[in-house]
């Protein structure tokens, strides 16, 4: 194999690894969980507070981040987009709040 073939195959095994996202720290993923709540709390949703964050990988795209988000008083998928608000989807009630209401 020609050398320079192995450099051009490096650097391109190299650019695929980089633009892999690096897993997030339970720290990161707790600072994003409070992250996420604030917006939430800045378009008038409830949300007490948020217990865990999870990015959706499957709905997300680049620039348009989408994350599963569990708070004290449901479940919700939030599309984060840069410069605008939030798209805020209700997608469950917490068994918290189902235990109150009986």
């Known amino acids: 194999m020609p050398s320079n073939y192995r450099c051009i ?29 604030a917006q939430l709390h800045k378009q008038g949703v409830a949300c007490t507070m948020a217990r865990r964050a999870m990015r959706d990988a499957i709905e997300s795209v680049p620039h348009e981040a989408v994350w599963i988000v569990h708070c004290d008083e449901a479940t919700y998928r939030v599309k984060l987009i840069p410069r605008r608000q939030a798209f805020i989807t209700p997608i469950g009630t917490s068994d918290r709040v189902k235990e109150d209401r009986k």
């Open 9 to 37: 195959l490096f650097a391109a095994a190299a650019a695929g690894m980089a633009l892999q996202p690096a897993p997030l720290s339970a720290d990161q993923l707790e600072d994003t969980a409070r992250i996420i709540e």
